[in-house]
């Protein structure tokens, strides 16, 4: 379906209101009002080497850098506007987080030493059911305000898997092994790429994907969420 098609009929489901709190006072590029953006709690963890989400991948995975732009925690501003996101049809938002995420990374100081950026992929039947991948957006979002270059083909999800929220470490890290594929590992060599995703809880799907491109000579990598969880 176009769309263009998808648009209308989304407009006419879900109005344009703020995915936070409601209102209609906001600009129609805009999937959270001003106020509500303010009020996303920010981890600082891009400046913070060892921090939780660094923590969760030590031992596991050799990765840079880690970290998330914000705390997920359930019955908050953070959870309504990630499920909006996912099953509101909400592409300007996903595009308006990955803004603010890039804004957060266009200081960081190690910024200069990625090369790429690329987005957890999404199965194509999830992605046609969705309408989007909502890691891309965020990865235009964060491009608009770093500057760095996209690789949004190269990685694939080949399997569709069950839904992991329920499922603790191992379960998660057994359900995404073999999952991924990267098309064109020569576009990664010598490179340091940057993994992008919506939230982070165990790491396990994103360990599946690191191991992936660490295999690639020469790679490093890095992994920025929009939002990690908080343990219970």
Sequence with gaps: MPDS???ILSSLLFPHTCAACGTNQLLAENGICTACL???PSTGFLEVPENEVDAIFRGRLQVEHAAAATYFTRQ???QSILHQLKYSYRKELGLQLGQWMGHQLSTCNWI???DSILPMPLHPERKAKRGYNQAELLCDGIHQQT???IE??????TTAT???TTQHRAERWHNMKDVFQIKQPSLLENKHTLLVDDVVTTGATLEAVGEKILAIPGTKLSIFCFAY???H
């Design 229 to 231: 969880t908080l343990p």
């Design 162 to 164: 069950l839904s992991q």
């Design 5 to 7: 098609i998808i648009e």
């Design 38 to 40: 303010w009020t996303i």
């Design 152 to 157: 949004s083909n190269l990685l694939e999800r």
């Design 76 to 78: 908050s501003i953070v």
């Design 112 to 114: 200069k030493e990625i």
């Design 147 to 149: 500057g760095i270059a």
